[in-house]
């Protein structure tokens, strides 16, 4: 072992990332009122001109579909056309972008969020596709988080790091039995650091924490969902980034998302792949 | 002609685009539009799925590949699979289910 990380240290070296964006959290406590999740997305959209650009030129897209003449402007107009689903979608997945994209190199920050993308909307189908007691905006950020210790490792030590992936994929183990032997922890675990730092809802904590061993928590409908999630985005090879690859799948998993593996889910395989093209086309 | 499904955002959609599938939009538990499978979208129908916040249709494309290089296609798809399984335990009948179905998924 090469070094032994501590949670104070992954805390203190946090702070020199870019801010966690609040809008997250605000999203996420007040997914049950319409309307105050609205203006929260129509202030952070003005705050944001980057961000603002993307939904509008999304809605001006979906206008141009319909031959509708006038261009779409404001927020307000762009959600009527697209739907406040969509908007916060968009919102939740620039934002975080941003907070990727700052803190590490093009190099590492393009591959890693194009999969926690793909996660991120494959964990929003299977919501849906499940009927799982998880709200989709809830599942999409989880989606979006489950790797978030690896950016810091990156952002830690880029050297170990790659020893700890070439480890991994060399000797076809766990890349979290890697970590593991080079930093003491893994990716799980500061991810969860880091999640609770932010102050995070305790499911997504979860979430992120047990996504390669959810069996020791499978009460919590989000671990579940998040684990069986990067599985189907590595065996459908989302983004088709070297790294794609199928080690296990918890049945227990599958059992309690009700999942059966017929002819039935390809429809479900067809949705990940276009929406995880899709979502990603916004950082092109 | 040839065609091959796929699925595609909405966004992607043009009049012509022959649907796989059928589209069955629900709004609170209801029927709300549909087109049946083999039907040709038409700029009226785009209009209606934006109108109902579709996201997502399938379409038979035409697919204008020669036979070989459909089979060349089909070879590396295949083998993409097999690599990215490759550590996986095949004898774990949940991988094993979920590795039959993504092949059977490439190969439509």
Known sequence: MKTVLTKDTVIERS????????IINKILTTLDDVEANLNLLAAEIQHDPVIA?????????????TRRLSTVRDIYAATSLIGVDMVREMVMICSLGNLVYGAVPAEMSSTFWQHSVAVGVCSEELALHTAARVSAPAALIAGLLHDIGQLWLYRFDVEAYHIAWKR???????IEEAEREQFGVDHSTIGVWLAEHWTLPAAIVASIN???APDAALDEPLVPLVHVAEVLSNALDLTGRNENRVTSLSSSACEKLGLIWDKNIHPLFGRMEARSRHANALFK | M??????????????GMLLDAPVRLVNSGFLTFSLPAGHTLTQDNLNQLVAHRAEFIYVAEPDSRPDAQVAADAAHDAHRVMEIFAGADLSDPNIMALFDQVVQYRSA
């Open chain 1, 15 to 22: 702070r020199s990332l870019p801010a966690f964006p609040t």
């Open chain 1, 53 to 65: 650009a993307r939904v509008l030129s999304r809605a001006n897209s979906a206008a141009t579909r």
């Open chain 1, 168 to 174: 991994a994929l060399s000797d076809a183990i766990g």
């Open chain 1, 210 to 212: 047990y996504h390669h």
């Open chain 2, 2 to 15: 040839k065609t091959r499904p796929r699925y595609l955002p909405l966004i992607e959609a043009e009049v």
